[in-house]
């Protein structure tokens, strides 16, 4: 029997989520036939079989996350019986991904490690995101109860979590036993019963020391139960699955962990919509969003602070040596950030090129590793579709994100007026102060108002 685990599909990924599943058990199988779709990182990966055989038995259900190294699928390959085998680092290789480096050898499921009974077994599904964010509050996974799709742990169960280990921390304890008592006031202690305990001492009863109030045990504090929202006939339910749960979690840590703040700026682009129709014109297809990404990259050069990422598990910061402009695609599925690399480097016509070819691979779906991953800074132009001026979120671990909206015409129809927009900036207050913020958009301004001083670098 041929066991095939889930691949390490790229640096840093943990973990996937079924999307589909090509083939169905008792369905024979080709070697290099495509037999599941599994989402990660923003991407969707067929992942072909391996052997030739025949399914054998599907361990996960669509929409079920699951964690590298973990068996998804058996497959009848006509070994010798009793004898199981697992994919080899070399045929955990991708198609989708052969640009990239070779697969690693497949991690050890986390948390099982050591234990020795069932309850200690049991395999924890928690996101990265989630793991991270439950391991700086000190929360022990093992000791939430999930609540999520298929026993996944939530923000919301590492919230209740939090709340009931600070109540448990803030409650009061009963004051210590007095060693004397005045004679004139001492008497015959009487244990209280099982259903009293000691009072906080109040400003009230803290004048006459020698008078103890009981009251009535309370039961030991307990997380708040979670609101349940009632349905009515007609609702629809959805759950966040694919690219939609990942937004779900990275906008959550995003503005959970950093402190977001915004400054914004109108800007008059009628030389740079001009430059943009004079390019048109000559047979040069382009749109105002790769003037956007070119003048921002040579302002990153300008305030490296902005061009960084935030390393949590040292709890510190990284200057990026390139400047890789990730920008906000709008799909289907979701909001999602491909990346121009090196962008400092490429022309405005390298750059619209690339970012049409990202556009269509990510409509349908094709986007790869490779495509998504290390981006250093992020546009989102909003513009064409509307709305005077927004506050993006940050695209974590990067510490600054900027949106670009609609313009509007000035002046009458007797006199030519310019063409403004308002473009605006979300922060990382830890990094980043108000001053440089403004000084950084001032700066982009300026770049965008006069496109000469930025199309030439």
Same mark, same amino acid.
């Given at each position: ?11 840093? @990924? ?14 024979? /199988? ?5 037999? %599941?779709?599994?989402?990660? =990182? ?63 050898? %497949? ?14 077994? +049991? ?13 700086? +509050?000190?929360?022990?996974? *093992? ?13 919301? *169960? ?119 129709? =004079? ?13 956007? %990404?070119?003048? @921002?990259?040579?302002?990153? $050069? ?17 200057? +990026? ?5 990730? @920008? ?16 400092? =480097? ?31 800074? $992020? /546009? ?10 927004? $506050?993006? /979120? ?64």
């Amino acid at each position: 029997m041929y066991k095939f685990t889930l691949p390490d599909i790229g640096e840093g @990924v943990t973990e996937g989520e079924i999307i589909k599943w090509l083939v169905k058990e008792g369905d024979s /199988i080709k070697k290099e036939q495509d037999m %599941v779709e599994v989402m990660t =990182d923003k991407v969707n990966i067929n992942i072909p079989s391996p052997v030739d055989g025949k399914v054998s038995k599907i361990l996960f259900k669509e929409g079920r996350v699951v964690k590298v190294g973990e068996v998804i699928i058996e497959i009848d390959n006509g070994g010798p019986a009793g004898q199981d085998q697992t994919n080899s680092r070399e045929e955990q290789k991708q198609p989708q991904v052969a640009a990239q480096k070779n697969i690693e050898t %497949v991690k050890a499921i986390e948390g099982e490690k050591g234990m020795g009974n069932d309850e200690q077994n +049991r395999r924890i599904l928690a996101s990265p995101t989630i793991r991270r964010i439950a391991k700086d +509050r000190g929360i022990d996974l *093992d000791t939430i109860t999930p609540t999520g799709p298929n026993g996944r742990v939530t923000l919301d *169960d590492l919230d209740n979590a939090e709340r009931a280990i600070k109540q448990k921390e803030h409650e009061p304890k009963p004051p210590a036993a007095r060693e004397t008592q005045p004679a004139s006031t001492a008497t015959k202690p009487v244990p209280p019963p099982e259903t009293e305990k000691q009072a906080p001492i109040t400003q009230a009863s803290a004048k006459h020391p020698e008078q103890e109030i009981k009251v009535k045990a309370e039961p030991e504090a307990l997380p708040p139960a979670q609101e349940v929202v009632n349905t009515s006939e007609g609702d629809q339910i959805y759950e966040p699955h694919g690219l939609r749960r990942l937004i779900f979690e990275k906008m959550a840590k995003s503005k959970q962990l950093l402190p977001h703040f915004m400054v914004a700026e109108s800007v008059d682009i009628s030389k740079l919509t001009k430059t943009m129709n =004079d390019m048109r014109e000559k047979g040069t297809k382009v749109t105002l969003t790769p003037f956007f %990404v070119k003048a @921002v990259a040579v302002a990153l $050069t300008e305030f490296p602070k902005f061009n960084a990422h935030y390393d949590e598990a040292n709890k510190r910061y990284i200057f +990026r040596k390139n400047i890789n402009m990730g @920008v906000a695609i709008d799909t289907p599925s979701g909001l999602t950030v491909a990346v121009i690399r090196d962008a400092i =480097d490429k022309s405005v016509v390298q750059i619209s090129n690339e970012i049409a070819d990202l556009a269509k691979k990510a409509r349908e779906n094709k986007l790869t590793l490779s495509d998504v991953q290390d981006s250093t800074f $992020t /546009i989102s132009n909003v513009g064409s579709i509307g709305g005077l001026i927004s $506050t993006p /979120i940050i695209n974590f671990p990067e510490v600054a994100i900027m949106a670009v909206h609609r313009s509007t015409k000035t002046g009458s129809n007797y006199e030519p007026g310019s063409d403004n927009t308002i473009i605006s900036v979300s922060c990382d207050h830890r990094l980043i102060d108000g001053a440089d913020a403004a000084r950084f958009i001032v700066k982009v301004k300026s770049y965008l108002e006069d496109p000469i001083s930025f199309l030439i670098r």
